[in-house]
């Protein structure tokens, strides 16, 4: 069994409100910055055993299916490393 870490990356899908983004974004422009569009996003790093990186990366998607994104809404990219 490895030691790995899954970074799951959740965000809204284009389209879906976000409004912890606009109110950030329109913070920002009154500091004087420019920017043409702000998304919001939840990152979970998550530290499991595996017997390999394939596992791993199974699992991450699994809790990331079940729990931690609304597949209707969310997108999620999983990314692990060892």
Do not use: C, W
């Not at 389209?15 to 912890?20: A, F, I, N, Q, W």
């Not at 998550?46 to 997108?75: F, K, Q, V, Y």
């Amino acid at each position: 069994m490895g030691e790995y870490t899954a970074t799951v990356t959740v965000r809204l899908k284009g389209g879906v409100l976000d409004p912890e983004a606009a109110t950030t974004q329109r913070a920002l422009e009154r500091l004087g910055f420019e920017l043409e569009t702000l998304r919001s996003a939840n990152i979970y790093e998550i530290d499991l055993s595996a017997s390999d990186e394939d596992e791993a990366l199974e699992r991450a998607e699994e809790m990331a299916l079940r729990l931690l994104a609304n597949p209707t809404i969310h997108d999620f990219d999983v990314e692990v490393t060892e």
